[in-house]
């Protein structure tokens, strides 16, 4: 059983990471810290174990992937330069499995980053059919038996009227038509699910979360999920409020201010682009807590703080006999740290839900996103106990 | 059906504050914010109403419940002077009910508080025959139905081998032999059990947390819980912690300080005393997390702050690739605005609990103390999740 | 000596602080903490004392002082009620001195609140006169032997091409040809140094401080100072970043968040009255730190938090070795009553100048601004210093 | 002019970290971040360079500086593992002319860190015959001109009745009579101020804190300094205190916390050798505010933190009309960084005093230190402006 992972954006810093990380756990030199996978219960599952991974992928910049690791590693101390100077060859082997993907819109800060094929004009069923040849090449000459799909390419501004791409036909169709509003995650997330390849969408762009692909998926039987994956502020958000809901607490106001200097956060920096994100990671607060409540998510960009996002949140909320109290907190995380274990998990917990025959949204994973596609609660200890759940169920004899 | 209240520490900031908040609600001047049961799924459980409820108890001080209440508003607006002021008759009218308890063991600073009678040398059997008398007098003169006693009196020092009094005859013997190392707690709490009153135990002082008590419990047929209400700093440790363990993130070091300015903060200062409180703030970080990390509680005397207990938590973690990273978080919150509906919450619920016929520690109430006497984790949405279901299977039809 | 003070703004929160403490002051209801001229060595100059104070002044809203004030008193606790209470004769006696004031060219927001009269059509040479007309008749009718004209106003837009209006003949010459760039802060200015009367401008509005009024100031021999008065995060900054610089550590970037909730953040919300206020803030570290650093303000509306404004800033800064390092401070301060004794001070000290016939723009108030007309230095130490120096020098004999 | 440094604790963090720095310079390796005689007005002193200064010292541990170096790179980044390796040679240069220094009176934790030599049971006498003997052997092999002698070992525990040592000839004959009580602290400044010797401080150890010894400098006409660099809360505190001064804002109460997890902060968690420190660190408050203020400063010893310092203070304050608010600031600061840049200033800046022909105590030091032996001020941006008059007085032509 070999399986492949075919990253969007491959050469970004979230994917970079995984790799390295992968590679180092293949050589012994790191542990499995923050992979949830790695710890009891889903531990226990028949997983694919991350030594065995092989990695391929889409990007549109030429900067290597080991150029990514060292700058991270400059900047911010992520991944330590030992570690990656020790996987160098594996980085460099698989970048030359690296095709170029299209960077249609993808907003402004995206093709500015874009070398020139990228951006060259294409039509859309051109556009569909490079990718589908780009993951069927890498599964010939790999020999592979399963190949999982992750976006892990900078956030897309969000696309227009989602509803006219309801039904599977109707994705197909604009395919075809050469319908120019369709972004590049779509087209990735349409080639895997139609060649029936798991799909996990780690970012805010559309990916699979157009009705039409969610039909697509459980005609192909083939399990995906997304979007957004929750790793910092939101985590801490998902975590936190569900205390002041157990306890009858009413917030007032609940103010988030994120910093952050890499790639993710110049491309942030555009409003466009940001729309995306700030939807996603506003949505919870209104779900756990049952009303309404003045909340905000700023996303600014400071170059100096390179992957080390911080966070500062300050949560007003009134208790008994009107009483005003307050909760602030500042988290201070390297962003790619976070993200990527939970790439690693979620490929071994897709390729399962593959193996186990599942098709379409899979709810066990919401606790990985910040806008899960189906999912009961944004509570994440609750979120955390359906994945148990799952695996407990699910656990190997 | 007539509920009765009877508060140990009946002249503090806890039982003021609860008072106050029982009396304006059944004034229609406050809301339940913050009370747990007045929210889905407890509210649909057959509780007695809070302005039902007919409130005594014991003291060591001669300060009026007014005066408490006046002077925690002055040093810190909790409860508003209007507030106070709109339920003053009824402050006064529980004051006269209020009998003269013992600060037998309490240690010095809480001797020190103490007016002439509450120190008097009477011997163990005296004290506790008089404790079973004003119970008895409460009910007969309210003509009450159910009696509840809640220990919300100043924190004792821990007692020396608890595990002395590990049966109901040990216990009974010891009191009979007028064994001088039983704290007031201890004696409170064993009259109520033994005449057959729900008992709860908001504070670290030993109560009804002997093996001894939990038999006579057992034998009599009654609901008891405790220790040490759960509601600032610990309460959002046992939110965070899990999402630490959920994520495999490794905690190395979680550092707790709090400074607080009230009467509680000043019995506090001494060593003897605090030695409790820090015992039972300390436990739940290895129990969520599965390992021991380095942690500390600080509890410091801040007067200019008065009830507003600050904390400020550190905690320094480690992710992927051996990463380094830090949440922070204060904590700026009243402590008896947030105290105080719990005590409703709780007289409610072993109320409820008492009038099914359950005997013995309830670990449904787990959620609402630092040290639960029965409890399957300190994870606090999973405490939480257990008293919903709790409420759900109880639903009234 | 009978000094009178005409506040343009008078209905708005700073105003009405100021005035309920004056008042309470003058009844020995409350002390003179946070009164610069209450310490030595400023206390020790020859000062109108501010319980002779004689208020009057402009608005645009009709809503009375004393309603400012309770509302103020509602939803953040400042001033306390009972304060409001004891001086609400005066504060009605001083309402019906308020004349209707104009708001051309404050935007749109302030444009809503303001009621009809103060958007009438009216021409440019005409509102001067009536604002002349105003303090004469104020003046006549109180007996005054000095007025202080002192703008705290909400917030305008910054005017465009400020430098056509660099003499006072510039100045002048587009009043009468009714110039409709011209902003209502520059009427109130314009009118105060042409009669004599010595004027500050509290806040980031353009007021006095276009070259053209600079030269009319001296030409009257009219003291004036402005602008922007540092109250909150400024000026904690300017006490910070003097650290940084002594130490030779490096700033790499300092970001500011400020959430506040009273009218005065409903103004700021909108991005043109926003512009001239992050503008003043923002100025001050580069000339501490003698190098550009990566910097940006946010101030955003969070309705809850009332006149409680709370900033966060995370300082990240590099020193010896290349080691990068961070301070972060959270201020949560009142900022009507941070402002407040800072009028009564600038009131006295502009009366103070003023009587020693010193003309045009006042270095020694730096200390009291973000954006100071005139000074050396935005450290707040040196800029302090240098107003005890002047009290050193004039202090009485 | 050849400057020699001998250094009491070599084989600490600051020492390493200062000589690591210094050998970085030499080789154009890293910049004078952080270092105050590297900027204007300082930089235009005539001070001996970084590059020439030659090291030596006293330790009473055998792990060489390397080994020191290194610990800390890798418990907390500092300094970088290749810029260690880079000094390599340098540094065991220098550790090969460290000699044993002695143990004496500094507490059981001291002692325990100690190898056989430095706990051998000598006479006082002989000690310090043994101290001179080695300052006199490094003079004389590396033919040095000026011998600077700067104290950078643990804390000692503070001595009793300081007042017996008020003279030098008191001092003398305490040494001559073998007088138990005298700390090693003591006898290294004795030692090297009788020998004409510049000495700095940079502890809360006695050092030539005695009357006695401040005579001796005298006497010789050999410049000293102490006590305590200030680095890190204590900085900030009194950079911030005067803006509270300024304001004339009452502080209520200032509470600090410092968490640390170096070998200092491993000494500091004996309550013996704490009580120098806190006692340094705390009284700043009174002197700059002018009046007494509840204040603490918790010092915690947190291992996993390794030299990263963190300190969290709270400052609750009150301003106009009784209004309370609050400063919070948490500080992240790298302690042997922040150290090392100061130790060297001081190297040069005593060596400038002695060529300039000044003794006795440096008050234009006191900006580097929580206890200045001799100062008007502990307000930062004064001390730092005494410090640049001092060089603007004294700048070359
Ligand atoms: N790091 C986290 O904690 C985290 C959490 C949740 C979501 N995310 C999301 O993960 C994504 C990646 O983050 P990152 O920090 O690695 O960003 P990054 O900017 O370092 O990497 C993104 C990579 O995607 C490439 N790319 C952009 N558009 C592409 C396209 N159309 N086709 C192929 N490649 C494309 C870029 O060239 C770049 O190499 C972002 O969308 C981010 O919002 C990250
Ligand atoms: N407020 C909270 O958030 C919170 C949370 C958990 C636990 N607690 C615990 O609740 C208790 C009460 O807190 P508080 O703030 O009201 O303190 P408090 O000091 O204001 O009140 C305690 C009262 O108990 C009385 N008392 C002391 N010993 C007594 C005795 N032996 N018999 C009868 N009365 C006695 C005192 O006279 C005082 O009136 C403390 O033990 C505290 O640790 C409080
Ligand atoms: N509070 C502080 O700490 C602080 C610090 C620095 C500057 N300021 C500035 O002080 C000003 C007042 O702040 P505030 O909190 O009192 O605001 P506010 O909104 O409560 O009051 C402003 C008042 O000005 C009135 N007004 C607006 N335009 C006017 C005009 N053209 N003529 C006459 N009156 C007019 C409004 O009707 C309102 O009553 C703002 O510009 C603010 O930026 C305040
Ligand atoms: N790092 C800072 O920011 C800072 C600031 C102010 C003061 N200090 C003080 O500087 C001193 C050194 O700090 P550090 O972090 O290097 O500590 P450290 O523990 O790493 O180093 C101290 C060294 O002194 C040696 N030593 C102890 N007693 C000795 C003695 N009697 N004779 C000779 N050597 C002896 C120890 O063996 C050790 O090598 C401490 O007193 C600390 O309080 C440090
Ligand atoms: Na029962
Ligand atoms: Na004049």
């Known amino acids: 059983?070999?399986?492949?992972?075919?990253?969007?954006?491959?050469?970004?810093?979230?994917?970079?990471?995984?790799?390295?990380?992968?590679?180092?756990?293949?050589?012994?030199?790191?542990?499995?810290?923050?992979?949830?996978?790695?710890?009891?219960?889903?531990?226990?599952?028949?997983?694919?174990?991350?030594?065995?991974?092989?990695?391929?992928?889409?990007?549109?910049?030429?900067?290597?992937?080991?150029?990514?690791?060292?700058?991270?590693?400059?900047?911010?101390?992520?991944?330590?330069?030992?570690?990656?100077?020790?996987?160098?060859?594996?980085?460099?082997?698989?970048?030359?499995?690296?095709?170029?993907?299209?960077?249609?819109?993808?907003?402004?800060?995206?093709?500015?980053?874009?070398?020139?094929?990228?951006?060259?004009?294409?039509?859309?069923?051109?556009?569909?059919?490079?990718?589908?040849?780009?993951?069927?090449?890498?599964?010939a000459d790999h020999d592979l038996d399963r190949l999982v799909v992750v976006n892990v390419a900078s956030t897309e501004p969000p696309i227009d009227e989602p509803e006219r791409y309801d039904t599977a036909d109707a994705v197909r169709s604009a395919i075809e038509n050469d319908d120019r509003a369709l972004p590049a995650s779509v087209l990735y997330a349409y080639a895997a699910l139609e060649d029936g390849h798991p799909y996990v969408n780690f970012t805010p762009s559309t990916g699979s979360n157009l009705d039409g692909l969610c039909e697509l998926a459980r005609e192909r039987g083939v399990p995906h999920m997304g979007q957004d994956a929750k790793t910092g502020e939101t985590l801490v958000k998902s975590a936190l409020a569900p205390m002041f809901a157990g306890r009858n607490l009413r917030v007032l106001s609940w103010e988030g201010h994120n910093i952050l200097g890499n790639t993710d956060g110049l491309v942030l920096e555009d409003d466009d682009n940001k729309a995306g994100k700030v939807q996603s990671k506003d949505g919870l607060l209104e779900e756990i807590l049952g009303y309404e409540t003045q909340s905000r998510v700023r996303i600014d960009y400071t170059p100096s703080l390179g992957d080390r996002k911080t966070a500062w949140d300050h949560i007003h909320f009134e208790g008994f006999l009107g009483t005003e109290m307050k909760l602030q907190f500042t988290w201070e995380g390297s962003d790619s740290a976070l993200a990527a274990p939970l790439v690693l998990d979620l490929i071994r917990l897709v390729s399962h839900a593959d193996a186990q025959g599942r098709s379409g949204v899979q709810p066990q994973l919401a606790a990985f996103f910040k806008s899960p596609m189906a999912y009961e609660t944004h509570d994440f200890s609750r979120q955390h106990e359906q994945l148990q759940n799952y695996a407990t169920e699910h656990r190997q004899e």
Chains 1, 2, 3, 4 share one sequence.
């Not at 500015?112 to 993951?135: C, F, K, M, N, W």
Request: aromatic share 2%; hydrophobic share 40%.
């Open 1 to 139: 059983m070999k399986t492949g992972v075919w990253l969007i954006g491959a050469r970004g810093n979230v994917a970079a990471v995984s790799m390295v990380g992968a590679k180092a756990i293949a050589q012994g030199r790191t542990d499995t810290t923050g992979m949830v996978t790695a710890r009891e219960p889903l531990s226990a599952l028949d997983l694919p174990a991350v030594e065995d991974l092989v990695f391929g992928g889409h990007d549109i910049r030429s900067q290597s992937i080991t150029e990514t690791a060292l700058a991270a590693s400059e900047s911010s101390g992520v991944p330590p330069k030992s570690t990656i100077e020790a996987v160098e060859d594996d980085l460099d082997a698989i970048d030359s499995r690296i095709e170029t993907g299209t960077a249609i819109n993808c907003g402004q800060v995206v093709g500015d980053l874009a070398h020139g094929d990228a951006t060259a004009e294409q039509t859309v069923p051109d556009l569909v059919s490079a990718i589908r040849a780009d993951y069927e090449a890498f599964v």
